[in-house]
């Protein structure tokens, strides 16, 4: 179930990501949700579980309520944080030379702050970036018989074409 649900929204994310941003943020809220209950809450009953992943996600959302150009910074910082700590761990454990899980708080930060500087510098373009580049590594991820270097070769493709989709609806849009 899991699998199908990373599927549409990678896939969304891939084309249309610019344009469902409020998506977007729901969508990384609930994955760093995910992936803070897998390190905070276990032992925790499901539904103390689920009503952590929800806020999470319905916290990411809130800025574009409230003050939509917050969006950028705040959907910028989960992004960062979630993309470095999850897909970045070969490279960081290797640059960092500690266990990956025990500067998991670290990283997590590293990437926030990086994520959220480059989100509210570029903003469209840097939505445009984020989306394609979660959903490529979302799609990525269903092909599990790859070894590293050909899932980063996938997730490289379909990162390209989700970019060059999402411009081209950019661009006619600008042209209407």
Sequence with gaps: ???????????????????MDWLFSLGIGLLVGLKLNTILALGNPLWMQFLMIGSIGLLAVLPQIVYPEGKYIVTGFLFGGYILTEYGSTVTRGFLDTEFS????????????????????????GIMFATAL???????????????????????????????????????????
């Design 1 to 19: 179930m899991l699998n199908i649900a990373k599927a549409v929204f990678g896939g969304l994310m891939l084309i249309l990501g610019r344009e």
């Design 102 to 125: 025990g500067s998991i708080g670290l990283i997590f930060f590293v990437g926030a702050v990086i994520g959220a500087a480059v989100l509210a510098l570029l903003k469209e373009w």
């Design 134 to 176: 979660t959903g490529a590594f979302l799609i990525a991820d269903l092909f599990t018989n790859l070894d590293v270097l050909e899932s980063t070769l996938v997730a490289g493709g379909f990162f390209i074409l989700g970019a060059i989709i999402q411009t081209i609806i950019m661009r006619a849009e600008q042209a209407t």
